[in-house]
């Protein structure tokens, strides 16, 4: 039995009918945990220039994100995003978002309100910055093991 409501539990098993596996994990350590998910690290330095992840502070970890990148076909051309997940609401779940790129537009809609934020470096404000006692919440790792963390927050 699910503690989803019907509805959020329908528009998750599109989603996941969509990668191709079961979204319910085989068994359950009820322990957050670090995502095996990590930026590039080209995607990383872009980010950094930017000023929107920084290296994490000595604070202890206090939430992480799943990072992953899309890349969205326009008039103008291909515009990468990049995506934070954060994992703060599903912190007790012992799976993660197993993303094959070439779906995204598929299923990201369905869950995005709530669940994902964008950071479009072109087409975002950064105008919210984490207060620095906060920024523990936000990270994840670059691919060679660097453990970063947001600085600010997307709108728009």
Known sequence: MSRLNPTTLESLMQVWGLVGRSPFPPSSSGKAREGSRRIPTADARLLRKAGIIEDASSTITGGWIIPFSVVEEK??????????????????????????????????????????????????????????????????????????????????
């Not at 094959?100 to 950071?119: Q, T």
């Not at 523990?136 to 709108?155: A, I, K, N, Q, S």
Request: proline letters at 10%; aromatic letters at 8%.
């Open 75 to 156: 008039t103008a051309g291909l515009r990468r995003r990049w995506i934070a997940w954060p994992r703060d609401k599903n912190g007790d779940d012992p799976y993660e978002a197993n993303v094959p790129p070439l779906h995204i537009s598929h299923y990201l809609p369905p869950v995005m309100a709530e669940a994902a934020s964008c950071l479009d470096v072109k087409a975002s404000f950064f105008q919210v910055s984490l207060p620095r006692e906060t920024r523990h919440l936000f990270r994840c790792r670059v691919e060679d093991g660097t453990l970063v963390e947001l600085t600010r927050l997307p709108m728009g």
